[in-house]
């Protein structure tokens, strides 16, 4: 149990720990600071506000009282966590995340308007869909901070397994982070962008072979990639993808289109009439499926109210009742039965800068 700021009734093979030993909650913050600071120490010590020496010593006599190294050290510096460290700082988050879950408690009955609320999501999300909602939110929650941690997919994976986020907000790669319930938010699919002139501008109905014949500039292919991506849908008609450039970013990916590398396959949220007139963007619905931003959280995670309010900015039918609903299910399939019937919003694109006439029929 914890008392105050020391962990009572720790076991150590057959016998129990000292009072003089006990573990310290404080140890356990700088054990996790370390671990998401990249095992820097001098990051880490000013994540938690102490002096880099302190955050040695804590961390040394955490290792002292349970008996073997938490580190693999070159000099003094720190490799990586050890099997077992690894182990420890499991169950550390774990135990870290119950306090805070008990002060956000004590915090919502108070009615307290203040607070932190941190988010990892990718370039597209950070800079075309969550500028509206993130101006709403703080115009209705002015006393709370937040922080943006853009990142890959993989990246913000990590981030989410280490605790350094409340909410993670993505494609494809969610599914597959077991530690957190994961929400549908909108639909959307993969367009064509090109410079003015190109050739394809002058075709009729799109189609894949027409892609197939020019240089691809596009997202990173990952070994994350959700069914009817890109490759997929090529290899499913049979079809070689020319990839000349990849990027996470899909405004690389805009520029090296104005510059000529290629013909331009990206994510129609991030597409711009205005700041992008000097390209056309060509309507390929027709041969992309809809993908889903998704909207995850930690299972048993205690979300305060303005938690809530962010997730119905975000996604309007994600109401808290229905959030509460999702977070008491066992597992993410019983999630995905509880949602089958309700209505997610695809993405508004623009009217496609190049409008394509249907197919003539021969």
């Known amino acids: 149990?914890?008392?105050?700021?020391?962990?009572?009734?720790?076991?150590?093979?057959?016998?129990?720990?000292?009072?003089?030993?006990?573990?310290?909650?404080?140890?356990?913050?700088?054990?996790?600071?370390?671990?998401?600071?990249?095992?820097?120490?001098?990051?880490?010590?000013?994540?938690?506000?102490?002096?880099?020496?302190?955050?040695?010593?804590?961390?040394?006599?955490?290792?002292?009282?349970?008996?073997f190294d938490l580190f693999v050290r070159k000099g003094r510096s720190l490799t990586r966590l050890t099997k077992a460290g690894e182990q420890v700082l499991t169950h550390a988050l774990r135990m870290l995340r119950e306090v805070q879950d008990i002060k956000e408690i004590s915090d919502d009955v108070k009615d307290c308007e203040t607070g932190t609320l941190?988010?990892?999501?990718?370039?597209?999300?950070?800079?075309?869909?969550?500028?509206?909602?993130?101006?709403?939110?703080?115009?209705?929650?002015?006393?709370?901070q937040l922080h943006l941690l853009q990142g890959t997919s993989k990246q913000?994976?990590?981030?989410?397994?280490l605790g350094r986020i409340d909410l993670l907000i993505d494609?494809?790669?969610?599914?597959?982070?077991?530690?957190?319930?994961?929400?549908?938010?909108?639909?959307?699919?993969?367009?064509?962008?090109?410079?003015?002139?190109?050739?394809?501008?002058?075709?009729?109905?799109?189609?894949?072979?027409?892609?197939?014949?020019?240089?691809?500039?596009?997202?990173?292919?990952?070994?994350?990639?959700?069914?009817?991506?890109?490759?997929?849908?090529?290899?499913?008609?049979g079809l070689q993808p020319n990839v000349s450039l990849t990027a996470w970013d899909s405004d690389?990916?805009?520029?090296?289109?104005?510059?000529g590398m290629g013909v331009g396959v990206i994510s129609e949220l991030a597409i711009e009439p205005r700041a992008d007139s000097n390209l056309d963007y060509i309507d390929a619905s027709h041969l992309f499926p809809l993908d889903t931003?998704?909207?995850?959280?930690?299972?048993?995670?205690?979300?305060?109210?303005?938690?809530y309010d962010f997730l119905v900015l975000l996604a309007p039918h994600l109401t808290r009742p229905l959030v509460e609903q999702a977070a008491a299910c066992a597992t993410q399939t019983d999630i995905d039965a509880l949602l089958v019937d309700t209505p997610v919003e695809s993405w508004r694109s623009p009217s496609p800068l190049v409008a394509h006439p249907p197919a003539m029929s021969e």
């Open 156 to 161: 913000i994976a990590e981030m989410a397994s």
């Open 252 to 259: 690389v990916i805009k520029g090296y289109v104005r510059l």
């Open 1 to 67: 149990m914890l008392v105050g700021a020391t962990i009572f009734q720790i076991r150590a093979g057959s016998h129990r720990l000292r009072r003089s030993q006990a573990m310290k909650l404080q140890q356990l913050r700088f054990l996790a600071a370390v671990a998401q600071s990249d095992l820097n120490l001098r990051a880490a010590s000013t994540r938690v506000g102490a002096t880099q020496p302190a955050v040695s010593k804590q961390l040394k006599l955490l290792e002292d009282e349970l008996g």
């Open 293 to 307: 931003t998704w909207v995850g959280f930690a299972r048993g995670a205690v979300m305060r109210r303005f938690v």
């Open 118 to 144: 941190s988010i990892g999501t990718t370039h597209t999300q950070a800079r075309y869909v969550l500028p509206k909602v993130i101006g709403l939110f703080r115009a209705r929650h002015p006393g709370v």
């Open 171 to 237: 494609s494809g790669t969610l599914v597959a982070i077991d530690s957190h319930h994961r929400l549908p938010c909108h639909r959307w699919r993969l367009c064509v962008i090109v410079p003015h002139g190109h050739p394809l501008t002058r075709l009729g109905r799109l189609a894949l072979g027409d892609l197939a014949r020019y240089p691809l500039v596009t997202y990173e292919f990952g070994l994350s990639e959700p069914p009817g991506s890109l490759r997929d849908v090529f290899a499913a008609g």
